[in-house]
């Protein structure tokens, strides 16, 4: 079945920088929606970006827009998620998601999920 398997998170201090990797079997990502969530403690899922049209298109929530970057690697069937400038209130659960579309329907369409990496930023 199609697997989501993140990678890369750790404990950082604020100002720093982390690249999550989520590297997808079963499911060919190149020309998919892809996406990262994640979740604080206490708080709900939220989207924080996503990819789609081929690589071609991107979409940042407000908290992370010019800090986080979406990319895709269709050789290694892997999503990114370079993530700078880290802020105590980024700390959460990242986890990746897919969507079987070439365009994303909003953030709440995607039917395969990772298990997630956690994130902790400390000042």
């Known amino acids: 079945q199609v697997q989501l398997r993140e990678s890369g998170g750790a404990a950082v201090e604020a100002g720093g920088s982390l690249r999550l990797s989520c590297v997808v079997s079963k499911f060919t990502i190149a020309t998919k929606c892809l996406a990262w969530f994640r979740q604080a403690p206490g708080k709900a899922r939220e989207g924080v970006a996503r990819i789609d049209y081929a690589g071609r298109n991107f979409y940042y929530s407000d908290a992370v827009k010019g800090r986080f970057t979406i990319s895709q690697d269709d050789a290694k069937n892997t999503v990114y998620l370079q993530m700078s400038d880290l802020r105590p209130e980024d700390t959460a659960l990242y986890t990746c998601?897919?969507?079987?579309?070439?365009?994303?329907?909003?953030?709440?369409?995607?039917?395969?999920w990772g298990q997630g990496t956690q994130v902790t930023v400390y000042s």
């Open positions: 998601a897919a969507e079987d579309d070439y365009v994303c329907s909003g953030w709440s369409a995607f039917e395969y």
